[in-house]
């Protein structure tokens, strides 16, 4: 097992402040990666009953993955991306993110985590009805300090087939175009890893199929891609499929049969 020499400290990470500090190359193994959860717990207490929502998780992710995290509502798939996206502590166990032990880690280092780390692709999209599509996408750059964030919005809108939609406000945009405008929000951050709660939830199955082709090839780029979904469909296109039930991972591997092309999928 290969671990990570001397990660970035949470000291560290704290100086950095706004500045984009730089991240460790991943080396190859099962720690020191972009995503490292170990013995991870995350329990709720109810009244007088305990809700295990994660339950000893030990999942490693590199830098270059399509995972996909498939599991029926109540699985703890919500609860994984948030305890990754620095929105939830652990109740026992680690985690550590792009080499930083944030397990327990203040707000200003989960504050600069999700800035500069970590990027959030919402199946309700969460883009501001107010501002225009080029708008919603330079606010992720200049939340994540970029330069020239107006022209960055403008290149990542035209990467993502929207050039011409930049200046629509998103009540004048598609569902689909609205989706794409949250991943070109993401993207504009240059953040290394997409965390996507069902992008494709609502929207139907031709515009889903190039939200899936656009998170692809993320993956290919060099960005770490998590999924979360309970459509088993959509897991084919992953490099790698985590099932979880009751917050354990019940099994982690590629999808059955091999990864399909995103253009076979249905649903």
């Given at each position: 097992m290969?671990?990570?020499?001397?990660?970035?400290?949470?000291e560290?990470?704290?100086?950095?402040?706004?500045?984009?500090?730089?991240?460790?190359?991943?080396p190859?193994?099962?720690?020191?990666?972009r995503?490292d959860?170990?013995?991870?717990?995350?329990y709720y207490?109810i009244?007088?009953?305990v809700?295990?929502?994660l339950d000893?998780?030990n999942?490693?992710?590199d830098h270059r993955e399509?995972?996909?995290?498939?599991?029926a509502?109540?699985?703890?798939?919500t609860?994984l991306?948030?305890?990754?996206?620095?929105?939830?502590?652990?109740?026992?166990?680690?985690?550590?993110i792009?080499g930083?032990?944030?397990t327990?880690?203040?707000?200003?280092?989960r504050?600069e985590?999700?800035?500069?780390?970590?990027?959030f692709?919402f199946q309700?999209?969460n883009?501001?009805?107010?501002l225009?599509a080029v708008?919603?996408v330079?606010?992720g750059?200049d939340?994540?300090?970029?330069?020239?964030?107006?022209?960055?919005?403008?290149?990542?809108?035209?990467?993502?087939g929207l050039?011409?939609?930049?200046?629509?406000f998103?009540?004048?945009l598609?569902?689909?175009e609205q989706?794409?405008?949250?991943?070109?929000r993401?993207?504009?951050?240059g953040?290394p890893?997409?965390?996507?709660?069902?992008?494709t939830?609502e929207?139907?199955?031709?515009?889903?199929?190039?939200?899936?082709?656009?998170?692809?090839?993320?993956?290919?780029?060099?960005?770490?891609?998590?999924v979360v979904?309970?459509?088993?469909?959509?897991s084919?296109?992953?490099d790698r499929?985590?099932?979880?039930?009751?917050?354990?991972i019940?099994s982690?591997?590629?999808p059955r049969?091999?990864?399909?092309?995103?253009?076979?999928?249905r649903?």
């Amino acid at each position: 097992m290969t671990t990570a020499s001397g990660p970035p400290s949470l000291e560290m990470a704290g100086r950095a402040g706004s500045r984009r500090w730089a991240l460790p190359a991943p080396p190859s193994g099962s720690q020191g990666t972009r995503i490292d959860l170990d013995d991870l717990c995350r329990y709720y207490d109810i009244g007088a009953t305990v809700v295990k929502a994660l339950d000893d998780v030990n999942l490693h992710v590199d830098h270059r993955e399509f995972v996909v995290v498939l599991g029926a509502s109540g699985s703890g798939k919500t609860t994984l991306l948030n305890m990754v996206g620095a929105l939830d502590s652990a109740t026992s166990g680690t985690v550590r993110i792009a080499g930083i032990d944030i397990t327990h880690a203040g707000r200003d280092i989960r504050r600069e985590i999700r800035r500069h780390t970590v990027s959030f692709i919402f199946q309700s999209f969460n883009i501001f009805p107010a501002l225009t599509a080029v708008e919603n996408v330079q606010f992720g750059a200049d939340a994540a300090g970029r330069e020239s964030p107006r022209d960055l919005a403008q290149q990542v809108l035209e990467e993502v087939g929207l050039a011409d939609r930049a200046d629509h406000f998103p009540h004048q945009l598609s569902g689909g175009e609205q989706q794409r405008v949250a991943i070109a929000r993401a993207l504009a951050t240059g953040n290394p890893i997409l965390l996507a709660d069902e992008p494709t939830g609502e929207l139907d199955f031709h515009t889903g199929v190039q939200i899936l082709e656009l998170l692809r090839e993320q993956a290919e780029a060099g960005k770490t891609v998590l999924v979360v979904t309970h459509n088993r469909e959509i897991s084919r296109v992953a490099d790698r499929v985590i099932e979880l039930s009751s917050g354990q991972i019940v099994s982690d591997g590629p999808p059955r049969g091999g990864r399909a092309a995103v253009r076979d999928v249905r649903w």
